[in-house]
């Protein structure tokens, strides 16, 4: 049984990782940073060709976290694979023994490496969450018995810092009512700004993680300030990163990251660390915050 | 209408053989507004091509005016017995129109060979006489109902039928930041029009089958068949 899953549904505090497979086929240094998370993390997220950038599948990887007791939370977007793809996929998935998974819409393939690829969004992932779901019960989209069925714990994302937030709350929902059992959130990093998120879904009564990504540097947050939905991060953030000597911004990285977790984990049932990389810093970050 | 954009005139060159005698063939409908394949663009194309060595015995668009070249009974008149004479001389036509006008001019010439002079990329909306953009894809199964009259499958880049994805930022794309987001805009309407509650309806995933080609639409009497890999489907005018 998914421990991800008993944690949350016993309301208990739950802190998530992610690893971003390789572009190639060696996948030691991926399994190393699983390592490195493993005693610090209930579940860790392998993120399916984020954005849009050819690499190894998440199903590959999450199958070699199962092979090392680490429990996985199989990320599958829509931007690749038609229906029939994705129910073949999340029967492989269980008989591989991945309970978590997250259903997401998927970047763009335009804003990856082969920008020519026939973006395929057969299901959006409202959908995709109503097909797991169906599996869930023993029956695939076409309503056909499944000879066994798998058991799913099923998550989304939703963007807290969407301006407007209306259209992603009316989604949230949406994606309640087909299955979702819990959220996994776009990086906060203006706690106030997410209270106000939380009171708006308090009463949904689904467990919300806080995305959190490690902020590596001034340009970085610049960087999302402009490109990436749903990111603001604060000047003074910005400012302190920049104030830091190259030497010891990841220092001031972890240190940053451990004050956001401490502001928001009174309002959410857990965190979920993007790492990008500096993994190093998380068993630091999280013994920090837990003393 | 149909969109249609000329090709690059070194593209079209490189389809003809040497001495390879040609006549252009415009449409005086959609390829007109595109400015693609109208009389004086099917003219001009003819001097063009001229000017480039091209052997080219004619040209015409089919009239009366404003008819679609995809009118096979007139073009077959119009190529056959009206420019008989001259397209009896050519090895083959450039037609400067969509898609569906390559075809009927090979119809219409029985079997004559066809070279094609333009991209055929929309059906569009002719917003003003120089500005056609697009607000339908062809599904077969249309959902605007549910959302203002919007197509998300046109108007979202990624064609949700559920609400927005997390990428939109100030209400633009994450394909292109100068572009609306479909989503948005399905949401503004909704609320000008007091019908936001129709967001929360949850949209089945689309009959792809309604999608498939080629499809087909037959008319006898009072009744219409629409024939494609979903099965026909038949509607009378008079239920």
Redesign the interface.
């Known amino acids: 049984m998914s421990k991800f899953k008993e944690k949350l549904e016993s309301g208990k505090f739950v802190i998530t990782g992610e690893i971003g497979p390789p572009k190639g086929v060696n996948i030691e240094k991926c399994l190393h940073d699983a390592e490195l998370l493993r005693d610090y993390v209930t579940a860790i997220n392998i993120t399916d060709l984020q954005s849009a950038v050819l690499r190894i599948g998440s199903l590959a990887v999450s199958s070699k976290l199962i092979e090392r007791r680490i429990e996985p939370i199989f990320q599958l977007t829509c931007r690749d694979r038609n229906r029939l793809a994705l129910q073949s996929d999340l029967l492989s998935a269980w008989a591989l023994g991945i309970e978590n998974v997250l259903c997401l819409t998927g970047d763009h393939p335009t804003m990856g490496d082969h920008a020519e690829a026939k973006p395929v969004y057969d299901l959006d992932s409202v959908q995709l969450l109503k097909a797991a779901s169906t599996l869930n019960q023993g029956r695939d989209m076409s309503d056909h018995e499944l000879d066994s069925n798998p058991n799913f714990f099923l998550g989304a994302v939703v963007t807290p810092g969407a301006e407007p937030m209306e259209p992603q709350i009316i989604k949230m929902k949406k994606k309640i009512a087909v299955g979702a059992r819990f959220f996994q959130t776009q990086a906060i990093y203006e706690p106030d700004k997410f209270e106000s998120f939380i009171n708006q879904v308090k009463s949904l009564n689904v467990p919300v993680i806080a995305g959190i990504v490690i902020l590596k540097s001034a340009a970085m947050a610049k960087f999302m300030n402009e490109n990436v939905a749903g990111i603001t991060v604060p000047e003074d953030i910005i400012n302190e990163m920049s104030d830091t000597p190259k030497e010891d911004r990841k220092k001031k990285a972890a240190e940053i990251t451990a004050r956001i977790i401490r502001q928001v984990k009174p309002l959410c049932q857990g965190v979920h660390i993007m790492p990008l990389g500096w993994d190093e810093l998380v068993p630091e970050i999280i013994k920090e915050v837990e003393a | 209408m149909h969109a249609t954009i000329q090709k690059p005139i070194d593209e079209i060159i490189g389809y003809l053989d040497p001495g390879e005698k040609v006549f252009v063939v415009g449409c005086d409908n959609c390829a007109a507004k595109c400015h693609s394949g109208g009389i004086p663009d099917t003219q001009e194309m003819a001097s063009r091509l001229e000017k480039r060595g091209v052997n080219v015995v004619g040209w015409c668009v089919p009239q009366p005016k404003g008819i679609s070249l995809c009118k096979l009974a007139n073009t077959k008149k119009v190529l056959q017995e009206e420019y008989g004479e001259v397209t009896k001389q050519a090895d083959s036509f450039l037609i400067l129109a969509c898609g569906q006008g390559i075809h009927t001019v090979m119809d219409a010439t029985d079997g004559g060979m066809v070279h094609a002079g333009c991209d055929t990329i929309f059906g569009g909306e002719t917003v003003t006489d120089d500005f056609i953009t697009e607000y339908c894809s062809l599904c077969g199964d249309c959902i605007v109902e549910y959302t203002a009259g919007l197509c998300p499958v046109t108007l979202c880049?990624?064609?949700?039928?559920?609400?927005?994805?997390?990428?939109?930022?100030?209400g633009k794309c994450?394909?292109d930041r100068n572009r609306d987001c479909g989503?948005?805009l399905i949401?503004d309407r909704l609320k000008e029009l007091g019908q936001?509650d129709k967001?929360?309806k949850?949209i089945?995933?689309?009959n792809?089958s309604r999608w498939s080609r080629p499809r087909s639409l037959t008319m006898a009497g009072t009744e219409v068949t629409f024939r494609s890999l979903a099965g026909d489907v038949t509607i009378s005018r008079q239920d």
């Open positions: 880049a990624k064609s949700l039928l559920n609400g927005p994805c997390g990428g939109a930022k100030n994450e394909v989503w948005q949401y936001l967001m929360d949850y089945m995933p689309k792809n």
